[in-house]
């Protein structure tokens, strides 16, 4: 077993790579001492605006008060319900809970980890708002059936792109394009990530643009005036200013990621550990399940761009146990979901049953993916994987 130390990411690769234009771009909003919002911030928007193809975007605090901002825009609050996949972070369905509207809880698909849309006719009620499809690692979720529902039923969607900056959905447009709003996170470990926390709402509606605006420096037009109750939800300059430098690059990096993702698929199945891509059950041909791009046939464009490379593995926590141990780094998206989370067990749509989503907490795993690794990485990292389904 070779010494090989391989992170679950690295930011100082990336870092190293764009020094000099990062340390310029923050150098100079340092020496205008305009740190909050101001033009860095709406030269930013216009640009991930022209990127996503929307005509409206709003830099925001985080990926959380993108959600949190949306749902309030929209009036959510007190006797709503706003149905949410049971697996993702915790976010999605705690700014539900924060505006003391109810978490109606679906199950997801075997193979996407993302809502099923199938489920959710059966979760409306006459008390339903909104629905929240989460493009969970990267990959976007079915819009299509989410939308014909939503549609019919008058609700609101508010996507939460959050790890899905850059993908994209089935017709190809961007996740986070479709529904009522779309909220995106720049978390360091995002592939579009920032020197701290950021976030992004985007809308196709200009009164909702509007009204999100305000609602972002507290709900006060002009300032010390105050027409409705918002929130301290600014993005700040500094963070702006980063993002301009590494926004020309996410294609790059999406695209880089996308490539590992395929050569790691290769090598599980040269490893012998898998047949390919997509299979939901495990057998003694498939030790380890891997993900599948549903829109693969789609091409031209990027339908997963594997914020994380997420397998399935029996045994999950011993598998992680060697892996560590070894220097290969992974991590568990997400051991619990929403309906097994004590601050939810009052909420109804908790009793339910989920069996997909309490199949995957149990054995999801995600390895490292970052656009920098190289192949000997890759190779180590499968050939670590073996060593602990063997064992």
């Given amino acids: 077993m070779t010494d090989l130390h391989v992170p679950l990411l690295d930011l100082r690769a990336q870092y190293q790579s764009l020094k000099f234009e ?24 216009k640009e991930i605006a022209e990127y996503l193809d929307v005509p409206y975007a709003l830099g925001v605090s985080s990926g959380t008060d993108a959600l949190l901002l949306s749902l309030m825009a929209l009036g959510v609050g007190p006797g709503d319900e706003v149905i949410v996949p049971t697996f993702s972070f915790f976010a999605t369905a705690g700014v ?56 019919a039923r008058d609700l609101y969607v508010v996507e939460d792109a ?19 709003t779309g909220c995106f996170s720049f978390f360091p470990s995002k592939n579009l990530g920032c020197f701290g926390d950021g976030g992004l709402v985007v809308t196709r509606d200009p009164e909702l643009y509007h009204r999100m605006k305000i609602m972002r420096v507290h709900g006060g037009e002009p300032k010390y005036y105050h027409k409705v109750i918002g929130g301290n939800f600014r993005l700040d300059a500094l963070q702006a200013a980063v993002l301009r430098v590494k926004l020309p690059r996410l294609e790059t990096w999406s695209r880089r990621r996308r490539e590992n993702a395929h050569n790691y698929n290769r090598l599980f199945v040269e490893a012998g550990l898998a047949e390919g891509p997509g299979r939901a059950t495990f057998d003694e041909r498939n030790a380890v399940l891997l993900p599948k791009e549903i829109h693969a046939e789609a091409e031209p464009g990027f339908y997963h761009i594997y914020n994380q490379y997420s397998i399935r593995v029996e045994k999950r926590d011993e598998v992680v146990q060697h892996l560590r141990k070894h220097h290969v780094g992974c991590e568990i998206y997400y051991p619990v979901p929403f309906h097994r989370q004590e601050c939810f067990a009052d909420v109804p749509s908790s009793n339910g049953s989920f069996p997909v989503a309490d199949e995957i907490a149990r054995t999801i795993l995600s390895i490292p993916v970052y656009p920098e690794m190289t192949d000997d990485m890759q190779q180590h990292v499968v050939e670590t994987v073996a060593e602990a389904v063997d064992a």
């Fill in 22 to 45: 990062l340390d310029a771009a923050v150098m100079q909003v340092a020496e205008s001492q305009r740190f909050i919002l101001g033009d860095e911030v709406v030269a930013f928007e």
């Fill in 96 to 151: 539900v809970s924060r505006l003391h509207a109810t978490p109606v809880f679906v199950d997801i698909d075997p193979v996407s980890f993302n809502l099923d849309p199938g489920l959710l006719e059966q979760a409306v009620t006459s008390a339903t708002r909104a629905i929240i499809p989460v493009h969970l690692f990267g990959q976007a979720a079915d819009m299509d059936a989410i939308m014909e529902v939503a549609q």
């Fill in 162 to 180: 959050a790890q899905a900056i850059g993908a994209r959905c089935g017709d190809g447009r961007f996740a986070g394009t479709v529904g009522t």
